[in-house]
């Protein structure tokens, strides 16, 4: 094992030469890369867009991918093996959260958009067994469910579902399940559905690609997946960036994924637009995409 040193990266908005890569991979080869998220991960998202070709593109993403944890970051490599170990024991704490949840007002709104953005896309009907992966306390769960014959809502929060399971006993609902998946730990729902939906989850998953083969696995033949989150933003919308693995999204490299992993019909909207103030920077708008595709 090499003696480990720290370094701190800011590259600059033309840093997408092959110079760039060799250097960045260099580093990450050798040493303990300690970065501020907020700083490094719209510099290499701008150094993708530079990028002069596919390979260069691709060695960047993939260290983008290899570097992406909260605010500050540990890739641990072994530079003999060549192995790197990712540190990413830093995960949001959704059980301490989850009795405030729904105490604010700008969660059940951007729920009750993303629902209306859904029914008007999809039009969940009463013959389908539906999925809400990440449901939390099932606000957008809860949405749903008049409109289709089941819907389970899986968590990887005892906390979250908690909430969810009070909510189904008290309104005395027959057709809501919850089931407790930690999906990154590499457990499994059962499979089986008409329709996949998610929101606000997919920027908690380190691994986007290993999602999206889950949710393709996890639907029937002609089933659809319809999921909101973040459109690409500066690391501004979460107060405190714990867990948080993707500043938003690109929606068009999220195409190409969903696309590599057999789903078809793919299209992008966007669901709504949530203003939100930020400390010392007043109100600003989020942008929230849905996009719907089949498998
Ligand atoms: C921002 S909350 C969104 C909750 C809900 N979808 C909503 O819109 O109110 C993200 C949810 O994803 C869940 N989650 C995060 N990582 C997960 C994982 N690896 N497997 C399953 N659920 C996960 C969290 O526990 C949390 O409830």
């Known amino acids: 094992m090499p003696a480990l040193r720290c370094t701190e990266f800011n590259f600059g908005p033309k840093a997408h030469s092959d110079t760039f890569c060799d250097n960045l991979q260099q580093a990450t080869d050798n040493i303990l890369v300690f970065i501020q998220a907020g700083i490094f991960r719209p510099s290499l998202k701008r150094a993708k867009d530079g990028a002069n070709n596919r390979q260069q593109k691709d060695r960047i993403s993939?260290?983008?991918?290899?570097?992406?944890?909260?605010?500050?970051?540990?890739?641990?490599?072994?530079?003999?093996?060549?192995?790197?170990?990712?540190?990413?024991?830093?995960?949001?704490?959704?059980?301490?959260?989850?009795?405030?949840?729904?105490?604010?007002?700008?969660?059940?709104?951007?729920?009750?958009?993303?629902?209306?953005?859904?029914?008007?896309?999809?039009?969940?009907?009463?013959?389908?067994?539906?999925?809400?992966?990440?449901?939390?306390?099932?606000?957008?769960?809860?949405?749903?469910?008049?409109?289709?014959?089941?819907?389970?809502?899986?968590?990887?929060?005892?906390?979250?579902?908690?909430?969810?399971?009070?909510?189904?006993?008290?309104?005395?609902?027959?057709?809501?399940?919850?089931?407790?998946?930690?999906?990154?730990?590499?457990?499994?729902?059962?499979?089986?559905y008409n329709l996949i939906v998610s929101s606000m989850v997919a920027h908690h998953v380190p691994d986007t690609l290993a999602l999206f083969k889950e949710w393709h696995r996890l639907l029937l033949p002609g089933g659809q997946l319809c999921f909101a989150d973040l459109d690409t933003e500066v690391g501004a919308f979460h107060g405190d960036n714990t867990g948080v693995f993707h500043q938003g999204f690109d929606r068009q490299e999220l195409r190409l994924l969903l696309q590599e992993v057999g789903f078809h019909t793919i299209r992008d909207t966007t669901a709504t637009i949530m203003s939100k103030e930020i400390e010392g920077q007043g109100f600003r708008d989020f942008p929230i995409f849905l996009i719907c595709a089949k498998n």
């Open 62 to 192: 993939a260290l983008h991918f290899q570097c992406t944890i909260d605010t500050c970051v540990g890739a641990l490599c072994d530079s003999q093996t060549k192995e790197y170990k990712m540190k990413q024991e830093i995960r949001k704490d959704f059980d301490q959260v989850a009795t405030q949840w729904d105490t604010k007002p700008f969660r059940a709104k951007m729920a009750n958009d993303v629902a209306t953005a859904m029914i008007r896309e999809i039009h969940p009907s009463a013959d389908m067994k539906v999925l809400d992966f990440g449901c939390g306390t099932g606000l957008l769960t809860l949405k749903l469910q008049p409109l289709v014959k089941a819907i389970t809502g899986a968590d990887s929060s005892h906390g979250m579902l908690g909430v969810l399971k009070n909510k189904i006993k008290t309104q005395g609902l027959t057709n809501v399940h919850t089931e407790f998946v930690d999906f990154e730990k590499g457990e499994h729902v059962e499979g089986g």
